[in-house]
């Protein structure tokens, strides 16, 4: 088993930020060769998980995979990577259509030499120096990191979740507004703020705005 040195670990919990242009790479996957380049003017949704043929991240497949369609409609694909073969994925993924019945229709990062993993920080030495974590890393049409998620090993992902979460980004960027907690599409968003007193004696009256007080108001986006 490959050891990993102290130089190694600590480039790997150096996490990309929030707001940061998405780290460049260029991969072998079960699609061929790849660039992250290759989906700029799209969203995407960059995601790792521990080990090809196993159970919970074999859940993972088959929920990423049930809601591909449901992210096309939003402009947002996905990619999945982890520290196993192109052949080890391509085994795996053809034995989850055959035993359960669902086609795996988004490609696969071979990761072997760890440089993605290393390059997004989705190694946590703490808890394992040779399996990726669960990791998401939202990336939207202009290759910006827009949103970053970590489940630990034994914790498979939440689905609506992660389609809430693209929801709430593209809605925030079109609209400029922000979401409150638990939003879902047609709920109400929240305004950002007046900037002068004047502004916020305005904002109080206008009735199209539901204000809890003045820093503090929602409306409608129909």
Same mark, same amino acid.
């Given at each position: ?100 019945? %669902?086609?795996i229709d988004f490609p696969v990062i071979a990761d072997l030499n760890k440089e993605v993993a290393m390059l997004y920080g989705m190694i946590m030495p703490g808890e394992s120096k040779t ?38 980004? %593209? ?52």
């Amino acid at each position: 088993m490959e050891l990993i040195n102290e130089t190694q670990e600590k480039k790997m919990v150096s996490l990309p930020r929030i707001g940061e242009p998405a780290p460049q790479f260029e991969a072998i996957t079960t699609f061929g060769t790849l660039k992250l380049s290759d989906f700029k003017g799209s969203w995407l949704i960059l995601f790792s998980h521990p080990a090809d043929f196993t159970p919970v991240c074999t859940t993972e497949f088959i929920a990423f995979a049930q809601i591909h369609s449901k992210l096309k409609e939003m402009n947002c694909e996905l990619m999945g990577l982890s520290i196993d073969s192109v052949f080890s994925h391509i085994a795996w993924v053809r034995n989850i259509e055959e035993k359960l019945g %669902q086609k795996i229709d988004f490609p696969v990062i071979a990761d072997l030499n760890k440089e993605v993993a290393m390059l997004y920080g989705m190694i946590m030495p703490g808890e394992s120096k040779t399996e990726t974590s669960r990791c998401v890393f939202i990336i939207d049409d202009k290759q910006i990191i827009r949103a970053i998620i970590y489940y630990p090993l034994t914790t498979g992902r939440n689905m609506d979740e992660i389609l809430r979460l693209i929801q709430a980004l %593209q809605t925030t960027d079109k609209y400029a507004v922000a979401t409150p907690a638990n939003w879902r599409p047609g709920d109400k968003v929240i305004v950002p703020p007046p900037k002068t007193a004047e502004q916020a004696d305005e904002r109080i009256k206008d009735k199209q705005y539901e204000c809890k007080d003045w820093y503090f108001c929602k409306k409608d986006l129909k």
